[in-house]
């Protein structure tokens, strides 16, 4: 069967095929060598690998089942979502020009003000899922758009297939960060992105014990992509082979977990939706969410495990009903097998997020299970 016409499932639970040739291990092992022999005519045993910064085949392994789930020309993982994220931003050279979603990620906001600020290099902040607004900023020529999608806290969908065309048109290569969406529910570069991100920390990963990135091109054969793999080289951002590993055994479970995870999401969504203590739920699950019909054309068999929800009456109101969650932790990040919930306001005042507004990772514990401790928090 040929790699295009697997499904994820399928390429995912055989980790894309890897096996530990040297003992004919069904799973691949971790190699921990940083360095490799030569041979009497100094030739390299194996032409493949001379120094583990960048030379790793634990790393190769994961790397091919991501570079398969994504349809991709290359894959390249990184020590966290934010090394991959900053290799990206970083190429943009002194004076150019960034176009950056707002209300994303916070980190990646971060870096990318300072780095602009110190480079000369504009950076226009805008709503990438108003079409217009990216029209008219893509009107002046820029060296990268970067957008989120779904977008991390307000759930907010981008046209991924309008905004290549758009960025294109600008001469910019396209960045999609689909950390909340994982490349099961959404294949950014299939829609005409140049990069697709995630933090693989996240639910590619799955299990809370791996903080990883990784980057995916659509074409390898182009300058972008070239300074990438140089910066990683040379900035050493490398991922470590058993963090390697423990990702590739977590894929193994991605499409599975994916399903589940949405299919709860979906039902609390729907629950919270109806409650009488919550203001407003943003999922895009929900038929009444401005994103919903696009949502339903870009992500494939489900519509994530992220959502957020304002509660009536506030911070204090939020913080109580975190509070009082008996099964459900409170605890920052998302995409792992247990449910999270954080108040983002807590977290960063800065962005002027309701105060009321609960960020809420949904797990694969039994839906009944979260949906009561969910009404007993809210009716407190
Ligand atoms: C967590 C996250 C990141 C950063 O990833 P780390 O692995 O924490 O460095 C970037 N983008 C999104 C959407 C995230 O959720």
Not at 109 to 118: L, Q
Not at 140 to 156: F, H, R
Request: hydrophobic share 45%.
């Amino acid at each position: 069967m040929r790699e295009r016409d697997m499904k994820p499932a399928t390429i995912a639970a055989r980790g894309a095929g890897a096996t530990d040739k040297a003992t004919a291990g069904l799973v691949p092992g971790i190699h921990p060598a940083t360095t490799f022999l030569r041979d009497p005519e100094y030739a390299l045993l194996n032409a493949a690998n001379s120094y583990a910064r960048d030379h790793n085949d634990t790393v190769r392994a994961s790397e091919d089942v991501l570079r398969q789930l994504e349809g991709a020309a290359d894959t390249l993982l990184f020590p966290s979502g934010m090394a991959a994220a900053a290799s990206v931003l970083r190429t943009v050279r002194d004076g150019g020009r960034i176009v950056l979603q707002s209300g994303i990620y916070h980190g990646v906001t971060t870096f990318a003000e300072a780095f602009a600020a110190r480079r000369g290099i504009a950076l226009d902040r805008i709503d990438a899922s108003d079409p217009e607004v990216l029209t008219q900023v893509c009107a002046t020529p820029a060296d990268l758009v970067w957008i989120e999608v779904p977008s991390n806290p307000w759930l907010k969908i981008t046209d991924i297939a309008q905004a290549a065309a758009l960025a294109h048109g600008a001469g910019a290569k396209l960045v999609v960060d689909g950390t909340a969406a994982s490349p099961v529910l959404t294949q950014a570069l299939a829609f005409g992105a140049d990069i697709s991100m995630h933090s693989t920390t996240k639910a590619i990963n799955g299990h809370s014990d791996v903080v990883g990135g990784v980057l995916s091109c659509r074409d390898a054969e182009n300058d972008l992509w070239a300074d990438i793999k140089t910066d990683r080289l040379q900035a050493g951002a490398i991922m470590g082979p058993f963090e390697a590993w423990l990702t590739l055994r977590g894929m193994r479970t991605l499409p599975l977990r994916m399903e589940r995870m949405s299919a709860n999401a979906q039902a609390l969504a729907e629950f919270l939706d109806a409650h009488a203590a919550v203001e407003q739920v943003l999922y895009p699950g929900l038929s009444d969410h401005p994103g919903h019909a696009l949502a339903k054309r870009q992500m494939c068999g489900g519509f994530g495990y992220l959502m957020s929800f304002i509660v009536k009456g506030g911070a204090d109101a939020a913080l109580a009903v975190a509070g009082r969650l008996k099964l459900i932790h409170r605890a920052t990040s998302l995409g792992g097998v247990e449910s999270l919930i954080e108040h983002r306001p807590t977290i960063e005042p800065q962005s002027g997020l309701p105060g009321g507004m609960l960020r809420f990772s949904v797990g694969i514990e039994d839906v009944e299970d979260l949906k009561g401790d969910l009404a007993q928090a809210l009716e407190g």
